[in-house]
């Protein structure tokens, strides 16, 4: 990637994929460029424009960019501290993607440009850009960025022509569009394909747009000479060329009624006079037709009723077999007898109990095979407990992932329910980072392991498994620690299974931890993914204090954890939230970044 203007200050390029474990961010890193230019002056931290740009502009930026892909507004009223805001995304990706970029391109902007006043961030498939000036409508080329390709085609001359051709085409088109946005293709051979893509800034106006698309279509012969690919862009516009497919095909819409294959328009005549009448039908086939169709309809509508019916007195059965006809009949494998949890848990005896939840105890048992295991027996007198039951069956046994605990295997016999689980040896978070004497054997090594650890599996959770889950219930208690204090979540049976494009969801059994449930979850029932991420932060903090959420500080007049969380952060003492134990640690600033990632906008003074 080369910058064409060697006077256009700090350039960056991300050149390979990252995650954001402490985020659950994903960051493609194709075409990539980041501009914080130097010579223009930073804001300082608390600022009345630092608090615009982070609190109002991004996020507004992000929500309503997501909506149809372009958003532009200005937040402030004194002109010293007014930021202007832009985001776009390309015109050929769906609107999940395009708020899964802007999403990531406010934090990239905000980790990798602090304080810089102007920035102008593009993945690879959005843009979002700020400043304290005004720019919308305006042609802006002073960073002219070109990705060079080296691998040339066969007979230049004609290949320049016809992609001269292609991108002057998608240039009329675009400029012309209110997307202002077109693909296109030519066949430069009897093997291959040429694609292009050319985008200007929505807020730019036809002939805006068009002059610039038009300079940098004319810098193609003097940059690229016949390259099989090429990509140039500025602040306002950008063309892009590759002999493979690069960007996304849309389904085309279905025809309208008049265009269906087989319908009976009738066609003028060329004199404009109606087409001459057909014969009429006679009254004996209408007598016929009439009838049949009646009756085919009366059929059909049986039929459907029938089906209605049959459908409706099946989902209508309470009792588990009934149940097991929908997700719980593809989990027979996973069955085990009654006799042989007995077995492996002495009886259920009070020496193997590993302890006690809401839904009932939990058993450690090892099975003739001596693999060991951990059961648990829902109560009889559990509530919903069926209902959770069969939740933790389907949901886990299509999990896999390392920082999760692994489903081998239930029971459903009388009125026993058991779920049967991988054994974890060293039994759950909240027995140490609670524990004065346990928690010593926790130093912060361990401890950041932890939070990567569960950061993973929430990643997995919400955007790499095959599903979208919302565990609900994301505590220290539900955190289970291997041999070598390897994090994984356990506990689903509150969990909920998004649908697909679903991003959020409301209920009326608030179940959950109090301390751990997000606001808006504990106040209205209203949960997506963010819950989660809110659940997630309080662990962070009990994790770096060793204190419960519900604990008071002994040397603060604030009633819980959390409260004195946010004192500390605002009187810029960050680490006197860390547990007394890490008092030796040498690992400081990265205990400060993680504390950061709960408080956006702390600097260290």
């Given at each position: 990637?080369?910058?064409?203007?060697?006077?256009?200050?700090?350039?960056?390029?991300?050149?390979?994929?990252?995650?954001?474990?402490?985020?659950?961010?994903?960051?493609?890193?194709?075409?990539?460029?980041?501009?914080?230019?130097?010579?223009?002056?930073?804001?300082?931290?608390?600022?009345?424009?630092?608090?615009?740009?982070?609190?109002?502009?991004?996020?507004?930026?992000?929500?309503?960019?997501?909506?149809?892909?372009?958003?532009?507004?200005?937040?402030?009223?004194?002109?010293?501290?007014?930021?202007?805001?832009?985001?776009?995304?390309?015109?050929?990706?769906?609107?999940?993607?395009?708020?899964?970029?802007?999403?990531?391109?406010?934090?990239?902007?905000?980790?990798?440009?602090?304080?810089?006043?102007?920035?102008?961030?593009?993945?690879?498939?959005?843009?979002?850009?700020?400043?304290?000036?005004?720019?919308?409508?305006?042609?802006d080329e002073s960073l002219l960025v070109w990705f060079p390709n080296q691998e040339k085609v066969n007979n230049l001359d004609?290949?320049?022509?016809?992609?001269?051709?292609?991108?002057?085409?998608?240039?009329?088109?675009?400029?012309?569009?209110?997307?202002?946005?077109?693909?296109?293709?030519?066949?430069?051979?009897?093997?291959?394909?040429?694609?292009?893509?050319?985008?200007?800034?929505?807020?730019?106006?036809?002939?805006?747009?068009?002059?610039?698309?038009?300079?940098?279509?004319?810098?193609?012969?003097?940059?690229?000479?016949?390259?099989?690919?090429?990509?140039?862009?500025?602040?306002?516009?950008?063309?892009?060329?590759?002999?493979?497919?690069?960007?996304?095909?849309?389904?085309?819409?279905?025809?309208?009624?008049?265009?269906?294959?087989?319908?009976?328009?009738?066609?003028?005549?060329?004199?404009?006079?109606?087409?001459?009448?057909?014969?009429?039908?006679?009254?004996?086939?209408?007598?016929?037709?009439?009838?049949?169709?009646?009756?085919?309809?009366?059929?059909?509508?049986?039929?459907?009723?029938?089906?209605?019916?049959?459908?409706?007195?099946?989902?209508?059965?309470?009792?588990?077999?009934?149940?097991?006809?929908?997700?719980?009949?593809?989990?027979?494998?996973?069955?085990?007898?009654?006799?042989?949890?007995?077995?492996?848990?002495?009886?259920?005896?009070?020496?193997?109990?590993?302890?006690?939840?809401?839904?009932?105890?939990?058993?450690?048992?090892?099975?003739?095979?001596?693999?060991?295991?951990?059961?648990?027996?829902?109560?009889?007198?559990?509530?919903?407990?069926?209902?959770?039951?069969?939740?933790?069956?389907?949901?886990?046994?299509?999990?896999?992932?390392?920082?999760?605990?692994?489903?081998?295997?239930?029971?459903?016999?009388?009125?026993?329910?058991?779920?049967?689980?991988?054994?974890?040896?060293?039994?759950?978070?909240?027995?140490?980072?609670?524990?004065?004497?346990?928690?010593?054997?926790?130093?912060?090594?361990?401890?950041?392991?932890?939070?990567?650890?569960?950061?993973?599996?929430?990643?997995?959770?919400?955007?790499?498994?095959?599903?979208?889950?919302?565990?609900?219930?994301?505590?220290?208690?539900?955190?289970?620690?291997?041999?070598?204090?390897?994090?994984?979540?356990?506990?689903?049976?509150?969990?909920?299974?998004?649908?697909?494009?679903?991003?959020?969801?409301?209920?009326?059994?608030?179940?959950?931890?109090?301390?751990?449930?997000?606001?808006?979850?504990?106040?209205?029932?209203?949960?997506?993914?963010?819950?989660?991420?809110?659940?997630?932060?309080?662990?962070?903090?009990?994790?770096?204090?060793?204190?419960?959420?519900?604990?008071?500080?002994?040397?603060?007049?604030?009633?819980?954890?959390?409260?004195?969380?946010?004192?500390?952060?605002?009187?810029?003492?960050?680490?006197?939230?860390?547990?007394?134990?890490?008092?030796?640690?040498?690992?400081?600033?990265?205990?400060?970044?993680?504390?950061?990632?709960?408080?956006?906008?702390?600097?260290?003074e």
């Amino acid at each position: 990637m080369l910058t064409h203007n060697p006077s256009a200050t700090e350039f960056i390029q991300i050149p390979f994929l990252f995650i954001i474990l402490l985020r659950g961010l994903h960051i493609q890193a194709q075409d990539t460029f980041l501009h914080c230019p130097a010579n223009t002056p930073n804001y300082t931290s608390g600022s009345e424009y630092e608090t615009n740009l982070r609190k109002f502009l991004l996020p507004s930026l992000v929500s309503n960019g997501s909506i149809n892909g372009f958003f532009n507004t200005s937040v402030g009223t004194n002109p010293n501290n007014t930021v202007y805001g832009l985001v776009q995304c390309r015109g050929d990706i769906s609107m999940d993607s395009c708020k899964s970029c802007l999403n990531s391109s406010s934090v990239v902007v905000i980790q990798k440009c602090t304080n810089h006043i102007d920035v102008d961030v593009r993945l690879y498939e959005c843009l979002l850009r700020y400043s304290n000036t005004r720019f919308f409508g305006e042609v802006d080329e002073s960073l002219l960025v070109w990705f060079p390709n080296q691998e040339k085609v066969n007979n230049l001359d004609i290949f320049n022509g016809q992609l001269g051709n292609l991108m002057n085409d998608l240039m009329a088109d675009a400029s012309s569009d209110s997307s202002k946005f077109d693909v296109g293709s030519f066949n430069y051979n009897d093997f291959s394909k040429i694609y292009g893509m050319v985008q200007c800034t929505r807020d730019l106006s036809r002939d805006s747009c068009t002059s610039c698309l038009q300079d940098m279509i004319g810098r193609i012969p003097s940059l690229y000479n016949g390259s099989r690919s090429g990509h140039i862009m500025t602040q306002s516009c950008f063309i892009r060329y590759d002999d493979n497919m690069f960007y996304e095909l849309q389904t085309p819409p279905p025809p309208p009624p008049d265009t269906v294959p087989g319908s009976m328009s009738p066609l003028p005549s060329d004199s404009g006079k109606e087409p001459p009448p057909g014969p009429e039908p006679s009254v004996n086939t209408v007598a016929v037709a009439v009838p049949v169709v009646v009756g085919i309809s009366l059929v059909l509508v049986a039929v459907c009723f029938y089906c209605l019916r049959r459908k409706k007195s099946v989902t209508s059965k309470s009792d588990i077999q009934g149940a097991s006809r929908d997700p719980m009949e593809n989990q027979d494998s996973l069955q085990f007898d009654l006799v042989t949890i007995r077995d492996a848990t002495n009886e259920f005896s009070d020496a193997n109990k590993l302890g006690e939840g809401g839904f009932g105890a939990v058993y450690k048992g090892k099975l003739q095979n001596g693999q060991e295991i951990a059961v648990k027996r829902l109560s009889v007198n559990s509530g919903q407990g069926l209902q959770e039951f069969k939740n933790e069956v389907v949901l886990l046994n299509k999990l896999q992932h390392r920082n999760l605990v692994r489903l081998l295997g239930f029971c459903f016999e009388g009125h026993e329910q058991i779920l049967i689980y991988e054994h974890v040896a060293n039994r759950s978070l909240d027995k140490y980072i609670f524990d004065t004497r346990r928690k010593v054997l926790l130093d912060w090594e361990k401890r950041y392991k932890i939070i990567a650890g569960i950061a993973r599996g929430l990643l997995y959770l919400r955007e790499d498994s095959r599903l979208t889950i919302i565990h609900r219930d994301l505590k220290a208690g539900n955190i289970l620690l291997t041999e070598e204090m390897e994090a994984k979540i356990a506990d689903f049976g509150l969990a909920k299974l998004f649908e697909i494009d679903q991003t959020q969801g409301n209920t009326s059994r608030i179940a959950g931890t109090l301390g751990y449930m997000a606001p808006e979850y504990a106040l209205h029932g209203l949960f997506s993914v963010k819950s989660d991420v809110y659940s997630f932060g309080v662990l962070l903090l009990e994790i770096v204090s060793g204190r419960k959420i519900t604990s008071s500080h002994r040397s603060s007049p604030t009633p819980d954890l959390l409260s004195y969380a946010w004192k500390n952060w605002r009187e810029r003492t960050p680490l006197e939230l860390m547990d007394p134990i890490l008092s030796h640690c040498s690992s400081r600033n990265e205990v400060i970044r993680v504390i950061k990632t709960l408080a956006p906008g702390y600097t260290q003074e």
